[in-house]
């Protein structure tokens, strides 16, 4: 299977601790791309990379909140001291740009919940 | 106000019916649009895109008001299959990058 890879599916965790998630695009998309989805609710846009590089960083939703994608490939998205209101899905997406069509392939999503 | 806006819904309809999505967004020096479906439990994808002069896609008809800033899909002979929800997207690069969501619409289909 060659698409967005998203790893944990699942995640429960307590208030206050940390979590890790990571995202793998499809591989030749330098675009990426990190969204939040709650129930009944659209994905929200957080932050996304040009390769290596974080161009767009300002909806993420607070300082807690951190993404890197360090050689240009897969990219991590930390929560730091979660909170309840954490619990969502994370969904990763990735595009090609030069093919201009515009289309991002979503991963299935790494759902949180935070107890 | 909400960057991009869709119909609240849910609409219920029955098999063969038409049904008309509208979407609206706030930032007039957006350049993309696209329509995505979303099936319960499951990931976004891209239905369509949306132009200036129209696109049509089989049953699916995207239409693009650049002037209202207004976007629509209209569903001719609605399968049960079509039940979905579906997302009204918006590329915006004022400000940097971003692609902006709507809430998405739900689509209930009925025999």
Known sequence: DTGVSQDPRH????????????????????????YRQTLGQGPEFLTYFQNEAQLEKSRLLSDRFSAERPKGSFST?????????????YLCASSLPEKNTGELFFGEGSRLTVL | R?????????????????????????????????????????EPKLLMSVYSSGNEDGRFTAQLNRASQYI?????????????????????YTGGFKTIFGAGTRLFVKA
């Not at chain 2, 569903?75 to 049960?80: A, C, V």
């Open chain 1, 11 to 34: 995640k429960i965790t307590k208030r206050g601790q940390n979590v890790t998630f990571r995202c793998d695009p499809i591989s030749e998309h330098n675009r990426l791309y990190w």
């Open chain 1, 77 to 89: 998205l930390e929560i730091q001291r979660t909170e309840q209101g954490d619990s969502a899905m």
């Open chain 2, 2 to 42: 909400k960057e991009v806006e869709q119909d609240p819904g849910p609409f219920n309809v029955p098999e063969g019916a038409t049904v008309a999505f509208n979407c609206t967004y706030s930032n007039s020096a957006s350049q993309s649009f696209f329509w995505y479906r979303q099936d319960c439990r499951k």
């Open chain 2, 72 to 92: 629509s899909l209209l569903i001719r002979d609605s399968k049960l299959s079509d039940s979905a929800t579906y997302l009204c997207v918006v590329n915006s």
